[in-house]
């Protein structure tokens, strides 16, 4: 910890700089102060206006591989999770402890944008809002202000130096893997929290952690996989409501690897049925723990911190539980009575495909367990204000809050279930003398629930029983 505090603080001196001299950078020449998105508008707007309208600006999406969506564009904005619930109760602000002490700021510290929510409608203060250097300029930072207005507004933390804005708004790039993971890693609360395979270390690791983004091995950028066109990224993880791109990212649809990319035949024909990430990442959270468990009834007070939390429970090194996928999920949507699977949960996302499709192969996932609020009377699942509650602790402030904004509804009663979420795993993929070994599924101890996955005993097992 003492290592990473460090090493921040030294990343953050060197942001302040300016550029070294005799050092050129990408935009050097076209622009000489920053002042703004209006600086990027001035070349890009075209560019702009394809962001305006992907994921990573709306937060919501197409949903062809929603089972239940009905064709709605769905997304982190207008739905509910078990993680922090919903964006749109905290979206921005200050919250601080009765010490006074910033405990957060709001979810949209995470949104490509500059603070303003994000409209359906296309306008000049919506373009101006997109955030272009948190993803594209090498050692951009930023902090949340309050203007004169009493507005808040997340503006670089260089704001008041213009040098050294002016030198790090030069520095343009196409997105590495620092610039994704500041997202992407610490989702959910913390390093690691949410997707349990995208942790921090993967933006300088070795081969061993991760065969394609270790500098030792692939040393590959998320862009590699996931840059699609017109801002749109490819792929999406199994629990994300929308899609960018039509595109479902494959290891063997022949770009990177072959469908048949084995020297021997039998494990070629494992890979008919079995994905790569079965064998291929036997744990994840290998270096920082992930919530496995958010239980949101039962409120836990951090005395260090002067917050309150849900009860959670990490994991480490977890192994990943394996189900049939064919690229579709069901989602329970807000607004809908809840439906539970066969252990009385809540099924949050729950991949489709069975032994029976042609379609689904199995897939690893981290399967993430927790408690949601429910009102009684419509079973619909309730949100929570979750910036509200890690500061004062009144848990049904909290509920009914959220429930006012995201369902403009004020009067009624509520209980607590249980939530299951299905999250597939692609990171952290072992290179092939760390995979799986056949006994590690088909041992007398192996990893497979086979009833749960439709075989009535270990396949392998029932083939070397002699036939009587």
């Not at 040098?163 to 690691?192: A, Y």
């Not at 899609?243 to 770009?255: E, F, I, K, Q, T």
Request: net charge negative; charged share 25%.
């Amino acid at each position: 910890m003492t290592r990473r505090i460090i090493s921040m603080l030294s990343l953050l001196a060197l942001v302040a700089l300016p550029a070294a001299a005799g050092k050129t950078y990408s935009h050097q020449e076209y622009f000489e102060h920053y002042e703004g998105t209006s600086t990027c508008l001035t070349c890009h707007e075209d560019e702009a206006e394809t962001f305006f309208h992907s994921q990573h600006y709306q937060w919501t999406g197409e949903t062809p591989a929603i089972v239940n969506a009905d064709g709605k564009l769905l997304g982190k904005k207008n739905t509910i999770n078990d993680f922090c619930t919903n964006p749109v109760p905290a979206w921005i602000g200050i919250t601080k402890n009765s010490r006074g002490e910033v405990l957060s700021q709001g979810c949209s510290k995470c949104h490509a944008g500059l603070g303003k929510m994000p409209s359906a409608e296309m306008s000049r203060e919506q373009l101006e809002n997109i955030d272009c250097l948190i993803c594209h300029a090498s050692g951009y930072n930023r902090t949340l202000v309050e203007n004169e207005d009493g507005g808040l507004e997340w503006k670089p933390i260089l704001w008041k130096n213009q040098e050294g804005l002016d030198s790090v708004s030069k520095r343009i790039t196409m997105p590495k893997r620092t610039s994704c993971l500041r997202c992407h890693s610490g989702s959910g609360g913390g390093p690691n929290y949410k997707r349990g395979d995208i942790e921090y270390a993967l933006a300088d690791t070795d081969r061993e952690f991760d065969v394609h983004m270790g500098t030792d091995g692939g040393d590959m950028a998320c862009m590699d996989c996931h840059a699609g066109t017109s801002h749109r990224m490819r792929g999406r993880g199994v629990d994300l409501m929308g899609s960018d791109s039509p595109d479902r990212l494959r290891c063997g649809d022949g770009a990177c690897h072959e469908t048949a990319p084995h020297a021997k035949e039998l494990l070629n024909r494992h890979a008919v049925r079995v994905d790569c990430t079965v064998c291929h990442i036997p744990a994840f959270a290998k270096e920082d723990a992930t919530d496995m468990i958010r239980d949101w009834s039962t409120p836990d007070y951090i005395e260090e911190k002067d917050k309150h939390l849900a009860t959670i429970t990490m994991g480490a090194n977890v192994e990943p539980e394996i189900a049939w996928y064919n690229g579709t999920v069901w989602a329970q949507l807000p607004g809908v009575p809840v439906r539970t699977d066969d252990e009385g949960a809540i099924a949050m996302v729950v991949p489709q495909g069975d032994r029976n499709d042609a379609n689904a192969k199995l897939h690893a996932f981290k399967v993430h367990r927790g408690m949601m609020p429910v009102a009684d009377e419509s079973h619909w699942l309730l949100p929570i204000n979750v910036e509200e509650f890690f500061a004062d602790g009144n848990m049904d402030g909290a509920v009914r809050e959220a429930a006012h904004v995201v369902y403009g509804i004020e009067d009624f009663e509520y209980g607590w279930m249980p939530v299951k979420r299905y999250m597939g795993i692609f990171h952290e993929v072992q290179p092939a003398d760390n995979a799986l070994r056949c006994l590690d599924c088909h041992g007398p101890d192996g990893r497979l629930d086979w009833a749960n996955l439709g075989y009535e005993a270990d396949p392998l097992a029932a083939a070397l029983t002699p036939s009587h």
